[in-house]
Every structure is written in structure tokens, then in C-alpha cells.
């Protein structure tokens, strides 16, 4: 397994505008997930984009994969306070269920 | 489905103590992982199961700790005896081959030695 690298380490917003996450990884990957943290709590997973697919969308989220640049950057549209949290990127060789989760991003919705 | 069920919530204990984590995984999810996180190393993963066999416990840090899983729907992490710098968040999470690879997480169990 492979652990991707988030960027910003953290992020501070005001409610209602837009946050961009992004991820960078070294290896070719099947996938690559979005997980969010809240404080105190466990991982919550958002969103699965395959390396075949370059962009995807679920409600307010939108993902991009660029599988040349091995990069891939996780939109936040239209923020809320309830947004604060981590966020987590993991890319996914395959062949093993084990994923590794790196430091990600901390945004702050400041209402 | 209730999701993956951690116990105790919290646990507060005195160094040299025995300390057991709980874990019941979603029904039907043939993988099982223990995670520990703390401000200082982020989250780390201790230890994961397929089918309740261990397939790769590199990540326990040493062996004052043990995890277990008799069964499909259960699986201990056993710290003894417990030391200060064990302190920290232990989360358990569960996933399915046949849902690809997205890991679903239980509560944590907040575990302070003191």
C-alpha cells in the first residue's frame, strides 16, 4: 500500500465559499478514496474516484484525477460550518484491503 | 446495519494495567482493522484481519499488545500491560471484498493511561 500526501496541511474558510484539497501519490493506483474526520470521531468515507475516471461528483464534493500527475484534488463547494474536519486521501494499488492514511487537511468553516 | 461497533467508548487506567478493546465488524465483512491516532504519529494502522486470520501486524508496536478474532463478528486489541504513551484514539473499521476497498470506521475508543 501507498500513502497519499495531502495538501494544504490545513485550510481556513469562510462559510460559503468553495475548498480545495489536494493529494499527491508515487505509484499507479486502481483508485483513490476521500475519507473526512470530524474531531473526535472516526473516518467517514466520501467518495471513490477510478483511475479510469477523471472527475466525479457526489452532492457538494467534486473529485479530479489526474493519473499522469499522480495527483488528484477533492472541491468543496459552497461551505458549511459542519465541513470542518480532516480530510484524508488514499490512493489504492489494489490487490490488498490494507490501506495507509497520511496527515491530510484540516479545514476550518469559519460561520 | 448498526455499522461497526466499538467498546468501551472511553477507558481511563493506571499504568501496568490490562486494557481490552472491543470490536464487532459490519455482518458480512471478511476484513478487519485496528488503527491508533494520535496527535503526534496521526493514524497508524496496528493490525488487520481477512476472514479472522491476521495477515499483517507490522504495524503493533510492540508485544504488550495482542489482538484476537475468534469469529467473524468480533475482535478484541489487548494492550498489557498499559504505559502512558498509550494513550490515544483506537479505532476499528471493517470492509468487504465484494464492496472494493472503502474502509467503514466505528467510533474509537478514547483510551487514557494514567
Known amino acids: 500500500s501507498q500513502q497519499g500526501e495531502e495538501d494544504p496541511q490545513a485550510l481556513s474558510i469562510q462559510e460559503g465559499e468553495n475548498a480545495t484539497m489536494n493529494c499527491s501519490y508515487k505509484t499507479s493506483i486502481n483508485n483513490l478514496q476521500w475519507y473526512r474526520q470530524n474531531s473526535g470521531r472516526g473516518l467517514v468515507h466520501l467518495i471513490l474516484?477510478?483511475?479510469?475516471?477523471r472527475e466525479k461528483h457526489s452532492g457538494r464534493l467534486r473529485v479530479t484525477l489526474d493519473t499522469s500527475k499522480k495527483s488528484s484534488s477533492l472541491l468543496i463547494t459552497a461551505s458549511r460550518a459542519a465541513d470542518t474536519a480532516s480530510y484524508f486521501c488514499v490512493p489504492n494499488s489494489g490487490g490488498y484491503q490494507k490501506v495507509t492514511f497520511g496527515i491530510g487537511t484540516k479545514l476550518q468553516v469559519i460561520p | 446495519d448498526a455499522g461497526v461497533i466499538q467498546s468501551p467508548r472511553h477507558e481511563v487506567t493506571e499504568m501496568g494495567q490490562e486494557v481490552t478493546l472491543r470490536c464487532k465488524p459490519i455482518s458480512g465483512h471478511d476484513y478487519l482493522f485496528w488503527y491508533r491516532q494520535t496527535m503526534m504519529r496521526g493514524l497508524e494502522l496496528l493490525i488487520y484481519f481477512n476472514n479472522n486470520v491476521p495477515i499483517d501486524d507490522s504495524g503493533m508496536p510492540e508485544d504488550r499488545f495482542s489482538a484476537k478474532m475468534p469469529n467473524a463478528s468480533f475482535s478484541t486489541l489487548k494492550i498489557q500491560p498499559s504505559e502512558p504513551r498509550d494513550s490515544a484514539v483506537y479505532f476499528c473499521a471493517s470492509s468487504s471484498t465484494l464492496q472494493g476497498d472503502t474502509q467503514y470506521f466505528g467510533p474509537g475508543t478514547r483510551l487514557t493511561v494514567l
Open positions: 474516484i477510478r483511475s479510469n475516471e
